[in-house]
């Protein structure tokens, strides 16, 4: 059972270059995150859905997409990757919400230079 | 929204001591999730709870839903413990709140 997949592990982009962070899980749970993870700071919730075809804004969302096109796959999509998302980023998904247990890729490291 | 407070922020123990770590929060919940985080590894779900106390092995967590607190024991420290442990609440609208984490450090 894989779980949840996060790729990729690493990535180095040049500001203003765009790129897509893929999660799925294979654990047919409906509700998928992202987390944005820096020095000092508790994981940010960037985006959120709670099943196929939903998708919603978390705490810090700006420059950041999300599709839901099915119940295994939630790719984050940096649209201009700026140096203020050098980040570790971690995709996680739950049966059906905060009252199941957490399931967390095991991130990617982002640097924006 | 949840405020979230852990405490220690960082702890160096002896192996063998026993361990305890806090964490508060401000608003009624309807969960509170233990995570562990090695160094440069993946996040881990230890427990989730909403009431009472839960035990794994050498861990035992807590929580008091009227105080608004937890807490996260382990037994028998070992050096594998070093990590951080990291405190989330959930519930409402605002989704899951973290703590900022504890660093531990099991020293042999």
């Known amino acids: 059972n894989a779980g949840v997949t996060q790729t990729p592990k690493f990535q180095v982009l040049k500001t203003g270059q765009s790129m897509t962070l893929q999660c799925a899980q294979d654990m047919n749970h409906e509700y998928m995150s992202w987390y944005r993870q820096d020095p000092g700071m508790g994981l940010r919730l960037i985006h959120y859905?709670?099943?196929?075809?939903?998708?919603d804004q978390g705490e810090v969302p700006n420059g950041y997409n999300v599709s839901r096109s099915t119940t295994e796959d939630f790719p984050l999509r940096l649209l201009s990757a700026a140096p203020s998302q050098t980040s570790v980023y971690f995709c996680?998904?739950?049966?059906?919400?905060?009252?199941?247990?957490?399931?967390f890729g095991n991130g990617t490291r982002l640097t924006v230079t | 929204k949840n405020e979230v407070e852990q405490s220690p922020q960082n702890l160096t123990a002896q192996e063998g001591e026993f361990i305890t770590i806090n964490c508060s929060y401000s608003v009624g919940i309807s969960a509170l999730h233990w995570l562990q985080q090695h160094p440069g590894g993946g996040i881990v779900s230890l427990f989730m709870?909403?009431?009472g106390k839960k035990k794994h092995g050498r861990l035992i967590a807590t929580i008091n839903i009227q105080e608004k607190h937890s807490s996260l024991h382990i037994t028998a420290s070992h050096p594998r413990d070093s990590a951080v442990y990291i405190c989330?609440?959930?519930?409402?609208?605002?989704?899951?709140?973290f703590g900022k984490g504890t660093h531990l450090i099991i020293q042999p």
């Open positions: 996680a998904s739950t049966r059906t919400g905060y009252n199941s247990p957490l399931h």
């Open positions: 859905s709670v099943g196929a075809g939903i998708t």
């Open positions: 709870l909403s009431s």
């Open positions: 989330a609440v959930g519930g409402g609208a605002d989704g899951l709140t």
